[in-house]
């Protein structure tokens, strides 16, 4: 019943930073966590980073920490991925996806509901 929409994908060039949004309906915010992935053309989907609804535990993909970060606002309902110092590899569609009840995973086949997904183009 966890419905998901993502906003806030834009062109960008290189160096530049966007805030991407997941809003959130249909489950309370303690009830699931929330993962962000992406997938670029021709390759497969990836997470980023990962998100529990109570504690707001964290987990990053290693290459991903430093630069981009995974947040909460859980009275709104809405989940972040904060990016920064971006790059042309960054190019993709991102996904916003939510799993019950409450722990982290970070498989795709762990997420039953997914956003329709939201254009990052990093270019010069």
């Known amino acids: 019943q966890l419905q998901l929409v993502e906003s806030g994908g834009a062109s960008v060039q290189p160096g530049g930073s966007l805030k991407l949004s997941c809003a959130a309906s249909?489950?309370?915010?303690?009830?699931?966590?929330i993962g962000w992935f992406r997938q670029a053309p021709g390759k497969e989907r990836e997470v980023i980073a990962c998100i529990s609804g109570r504690n707001q535990n964290t987990y990053y993909t290693d290459s991903m920490k430093g630069r981009f970060t995974i947040s909460r606002d859980n009275a709104k309902n809405t989940a972040y991925l904060q990016m920064n110092s971006l790059k042309p590899e960054d190019t993709g569609v991102y996904y916003c996806a939510g799993k019950r009840y409450d722990l982290i995973r970070v498989q795709v086949n762990a997420y039953a509901a997914w956003g329709q997904g939201t254009q990052v183009t990093v270019s010069s």
């Open positions: 249909g489950s309370p915010s303690d009830y699931y966590s």
